[in-house]
């Protein structure tokens, strides 16, 4: 599977951004899909996670109530609704697949799109 991520950019605090991730392949729907971050000179971390079947999902507590994961299987895309932004969620975002959520976990990876929240 071979992830594009895309939909970063710059945008004010309190705003709202969709970033989206297309996957090639007969073979999206098998996977979790995530997304995970990396601010600058921090470790890459969890965001948001959801199910095959889009039944489950999972937040990092820092994202829960503002960002809201979700794909469509049809097109082979997942995405990440972004709202109320700050400027801790500047980051690179990236897209993975795999099994579980987990960095470790997560088999396949896309290659980031920036995303950078204004004060």
């Known amino acids: 599977v071979q992830l594009q991520a895309s939909g970063g950019g710059l945008v004010q605090a309190g705003g709202s951004l969709r970033v989206s991730c297309a996957a090639s392949g007969r073979s999206f729907n098998r996977y979790v899909m995530g997304w995970f971050r990396q601010a600058q000179e921090k470790e890459r971390e969890f965001v948001a996670a959801?199910?095959?079947?889009?039944?489950?999902?999972e937040y990092a507590d820092s994202v829960k109530g503002r960002f809201t994961i979700s794909r469509d299987n049809a097109k082979n895309t997942v995405y990440l609704q972004m709202n109320s932004v700050k400027p801790e969620d500047t980051a690179v975002y990236y897209c993975?697949?795999?099994?579980?959520?987990?960095?470790?976990?997560?088999?396949?990876w896309g290659q980031g799109t920036q995303v950078t929240v204004s004060s």
């Open positions: 993975a697949a795999g099994r579980s959520p987990t960095i470790a976990t997560m088999t396949f």
């Open positions: 959801i199910s095959r079947s889009s039944g489950a999902t």
